[in-house]
């Protein structure tokens, strides 16, 4: 009986501690519209690709967005088969985004790592399935 009590006596302690904490505000707050990552900027770093047609290969690549509202924003970048111009979104996580372009077969997943640096990889399925990552710093004005 005495284990049973202090069993007891522990786990409604954890139970009351977890119901306290669930019920917190912090557990649900959403991340504060200023909080959203500014992306607008030209970007620059190494691309990096792979497809089964070309083998492996990697490029200077300049990414430039040009316009942000809220989580939502455009650019373009320019490779040797001319330029992209793409649209995106910001997670509410504030670290994650996509980006896609009309005429893209693909989807660019990315990550947000500080203020001036990201990663975007492309991923692309079919005949000519590809997979690309490039690692972006902001260039400064």
């Avoid at 006596?9 to 501690?17: I, K, N, P």
């Avoid at 040009?66 to 509410?92: D, L, M, N, V, W």
């Avoid at 996580?93 to 990550?111: C, E, I, L």
């Amino acid at each position: 009986m005495q284990n049973l009590k202090k069993t007891f006596t522990f786990s409604s302690r954890v139970l009351l501690l977890a119901a306290a904490l669930i019920g917190s505000p912090a557990c649900f707050s959403e991340p504060k519209k200023e909080d959203i990552p500014n992306l607008v900027g030209v970007w620059t770093g190494e691309n990096t690709t792979y497809s089964e047609q070309k083998g492996h290969s990697s490029w200077a690549k300049t990414v430039e967005i040009s316009e942000q509202k809220g989580r939502i924003f455009k650019g373009h970048f320019t490779f040797s088969g001319g330029t992209k111009h793409f649209f995106g979104a910001i997670y509410p996580d504030n670290a994650s985004f996509t980006w896609v372009g009309a005429d893209s077969k693909g989807y660019n997943h990315g990550r947000i790592f500080s203020k001036d640096h990201v990663s975007a990889c492309y991923v692309e399925s079919g005949a000519e399935a590809t997979v690309g990552c490039a690692d972006l710093v902001r260039k400064k004005p």
